[in-house]
């Protein structure tokens, strides 16, 4: 069994509201997580299905077979923030901290076979006005 760690940095998400979504996806095997998450009413569930979309195709890359992976560890942590300000009566001010999550979901799967096979290059057909070029010669 192979781990594969994938991040997604600085989602406009607060960590508070990911988490809601993360503690649904843990432990599931990648497709049946791929399958929940459009299912989840959160803004968050769409960033968490960008990500595993993406460490999917990084596990793939790694010669992972895709059908036998599964959500080792999810959690999302606390990025940077916007500092804002809103003014308030009496001419007073509050801050507002608009924040941000970074995501890491670790993938565990076995090598396979079925995952993807080195390209091959086409070989190229000549085209009428190359044949034609070679008949007059």
Same mark, same amino acid.
């Given at each position: 069994m192979i781990e594969i760690q994938h991040t997604?940095?600085?989602?406009?998400?607060?960590?508070r509201k990911m988490r809601l979504v993360v503690d649904k996806v843990r432990h599931l095997p990648a497709k049946d997580a791929m399958a929940l998450l459009p299912?989840?009413?959160k803004r968050g569930a769409i960033h968490i299905q960008k990500s595993l979309k993406a460490a999917i195709e990084a596990a793939k890359d790694k010669n992972l077979n895709p059908d036998t992976l599964v959500i080792q560890r999810i959690y999302a @942590?606390?990025?940077?923030a916007l500092k804002r300000i809103i003014s308030r009566s009496r001419g007073r001010a509050t801050g507002i901290m608009k924040k941000y999550s970074h995501l890491t979901i670790?993938?565990?799967g076995e090598e396979g076979s079925s995952a993807r096979a080195p390209k091959r290059r086409v070989q190229a057909t000549p085209t009428? @006005?190359?044949q034609v070029a070679e008949e007059e010669k």
């Open positions: 997604t940095r600085s989602i406009r998400v607060a960590p299912l989840i009413p @942590d606390e990025g940077t670790v993938l565990k009428e @006005d190359a």
